[in-house]
């Protein structure tokens, strides 16, 4: 999210979508992941499904005239790659479903979160970078429980139990799916006008997905 402030989000989407490759190295080289040629064509595709997407399926804002662009893009690549390590980690040390206690693992990050990252708060405050403010209305308080419960907790319970039932680059490449499907929405709900690499992009992302899990 941090590289969205320096760069566009089609060169932030992009470059975030090369944690399929970094997952399907890292995986391969911690023993969590078997590299072939059929994964390896899955992944390209997937990263040039995004590709086709997010440069000519829809208008996007144009990286060149954001000075910190290379910013914001070396962030996007290293969250990429700490993505590849992260879900690498949980894979090789975890193993099998059965062998984790999931709320007892979730309550431990949530408490990690609270005990470790609280200085962040006075440290945005003081600099005046985000200055802390609390929901003024019920309606955003509404907003951030639901992105709370819906957007976070589920959605990472589901990203978590996934991954252990099948394989880091599986889940990976399915994630990739909410480019396409949230833009669906948009042309369903919002009429939004989209170029045919957008169909194009969809169906390159899908055909991976189907193709990592062959």
Do not use: H
């Amino acid at each position: 999210n941090a590289s969205l402030a320096y760069t566009s989000v089609a060169n932030s989407s992009i470059l975030c979508s090369t944690s399929g490759l970094f997952t399907l190295i890292i995986g391969a080289i911690g023993g969590v992941e078997q590299f072939n040629s059929m994964r390896l064509i899955a992944v390209l595709s997937s990263i040039l499904g995004v590709y086709s997407i997010v440069k000519y399926g829809t208008p996007t804002a144009d990286a060149s005239a954001m000075p910190l662009s290379w910013l914001g893009d070396m962030l996007a690549l290293s969250s990429a790659a700490l993505y590849g390590c992260y879900t690498t980690l949980l894979k090789r040390r975890i193993g099998e479903e059965s062998r984790l206690d999931t709320p007892l693992f979730f309550g431990a990050v949530g408490l990690a979160n609270i005990l470790l990252l609280w200085p962040g708060f006075v440290v945005l405050q003081w600099t005046g970078i985000e200055p802390f403010q609390l929901p003024q209305s019920t309606t955003l308080w509404m907003m951030i429980l639901v992105n709370a419960l819906v957007g976070t907790f589920l959605s990472d319970y589901l990203w978590l139990k996934s991954m252990l039932m099948t394989s880091p680059l599986v889940v990976t490449l399915g994630l990739s799916l909410t480019i396409p499907l949230s833009m669906a929405g948009d042309i369903i709900f919002k009429d939004l006008d989209v170029a045919p690499p957008y169909y194009i992009g969809a169906l390159l992302i899908l055909s991976a997905f189907i193709a990592a899990n062959v």
